[in-house]
């Protein structure tokens, strides 16, 4: 197929097999628009070999849902982890006769012509239109300090690491408060390390609210829905770490306080590597506590809402949780090679597009796009976070997104048919 495939043009490229690259396919072949979609391993891969053995989504199964595909399973209030996030993946690809061209990796999309030609390293196509279906998630963002970190202390990233026995023995700084890092702090002081956890600026949530999943909450409310055109500061918003959530059978809250009754010890934001010496910022307290203030009115959010919905016979009384323990004087320094020989960032990924071989970057490397129409015409972009909606990075986001960008598509291809027609003539 992926022979066949490259010695004629399509319509469309779409770029990556994961949830917004079915979502597409799916929305094309409705439309009966000639495709194909190109993944650089099977479907979902990113979900086989880029995630740790016991993730789980952060968001229950019965919001897990793309056009035309439903979880169906009998738990529909649990969370599924890595391996069945793909496995559903290559359902819906199956369900859905998405033409995936598999093991194929982009190496370059240039123009060519009135459209573009994509390179590929089993061949080239040509193609009138270009979807990044590749995610936010391309490569770890790893700050530049992990430059000055002594040799002799391993590091790691969330997309390598595995489990607690690939670290050497020893203490781990695990860098980052969100999901990931809190999840992967715990996981590691059980395995019987020593763990540091430098917090910066986090979003405390917890798992269930009035006796009902958060998410729940978020989705009823509207606060998913929320178009980015009502957003005050899109540029802060888009840069909020994830909430502070684990999928787990018990449906637990998982935040500072946990981590830390489990014995892992918070520091502040890692400010510095000096020498041999990690230096964390003083000011933990102050980020503990306007997280704590943020999750407050959250909750008054949702009860406000609740109340004006008359649901307050329906769901548990209204409650609040307990503020953010600190320490009286957080540490500030820590040595690295000695008390600390592993190091785990967890902060966060960023999407990756260097084989765009086109004008449509910002200064600091952003790629320039208006609610997922590129700054280039017949190029689009999905599942970046905060695209269209809050929830535009969600896999149930993908299909709102995918229907007015795919409409905005077939506009495109209408265009430049008259186009090619005219000159014809």
């Not at 469309?12 to 495709?35: C, E, P, Y």
Request: net charge positive; hydrophobic share 40%.
């Amino acid at each position: 197929m992926i022979r066949e495939a490259m010695r004629r043009a399509v319509d469309v490229v779409v770029v990556g097999g994961g949830a917004f690259g079915l979502a597409m396919s799916h929305a094309l072949t409705q439309r009966a628009i000639d495709h194909v979609v190109i993944e650089r391993g099977e479907v979902g891969h990113a979900w086989r070999a880029e995630r740790w053995d016991s993730l789980r989504l952060l968001t229950p199964n019965w919001m897990c849902r793309l056009p035309g595909h439903a979880y169906d399973g009998c738990d529909p209030d649990g969370y599924m982890g890595a391996a069945d996030v793909a496995g559903f993946l290559a359902g819906y690809a199956v369900r859905a006769r998405a033409p995936v061209l598999p093991h194929t990796t982009v190496q370059r999309v240039m123009p060519s012509g009135d459209g573009y030609l994509v390179r590929t390293d089993q061949g080239d196509l040509r193609c009138r239109a270009v979807v990044l279906a590749s995610g936010a998630c391309s490569r770890p963002a790893v700050p530049r300090l992990a430059d000055d970190v002594p040799r002799s202390v391993a590091q790691w990233t969330a997309r390598d690491y595995r489990r607690p026995a690939q670290l050497a023995p020893g203490g781990v700084l695990v860098v980052g408060a969100s999901a990931t890092g809190l999840q992967l702090a715990l996981e590691i002081q059980r395995s019987g390390r020593r763990v540091l956890l430098a917090a910066g600026e986090h979003v405390r949530m917890p798992r269930l609210y009035r006796g009902r999943d958060v998410q729940w909450w978020l989705l009823a409310s509207g606060v998913l829905d929320q178009r980015i055109e009502s957003i005050d500061d899109l540029r802060r918003a888009r840069g909020l770490p994830s909430p502070q959530l684990v999928g787990s059978d018990a449906r637990e809250t998982l935040d500072l306080g946990v981590v830390q009754r489990h014995g892992v010890e918070v520091c502040g934001r890692l400010a510095g590597v000096r020498g041999s010496r990690a230096l964390f910022s003083g000011s933990l307290r102050n980020v503990c506590a306007l997280a704590d203030l943020k999750m407050g009115r959250m909750l008054d959010g949702f009860d406000a809402w609740a109340t004006g919905q008359g649901l307050d016979g329906e769901v548990a009384p209204p409650q609040r949780f307990a503020p953010t323990r600190v320490a009286a004087s957080p540490r500030l320094a820590a040595e690295l090679g000695t008390e600390l020989h592993s190091i785990v960032w967890a902060t966060g990924y960023r999407p990756h597009f260097g084989w765009l071989d086109l004008p449509v970057f910002d200064r600091s490397g952003g790629l320039r796009h208006d609610r997922g129409i590129v700054d280039a015409p017949g190029i689009y972009v999905l599942g970046l976070p905060l695209l269209r909606r809050r929830k535009s990075s969600f896999i149930h986001g993908a299909e709102d997104d995918v229907h007015e960008i795919a409409a905005h598509l077939v506009g495109h291809l209408d265009r430049t048919a008259r186009t090619d027609a005219r000159v014809l003539c």
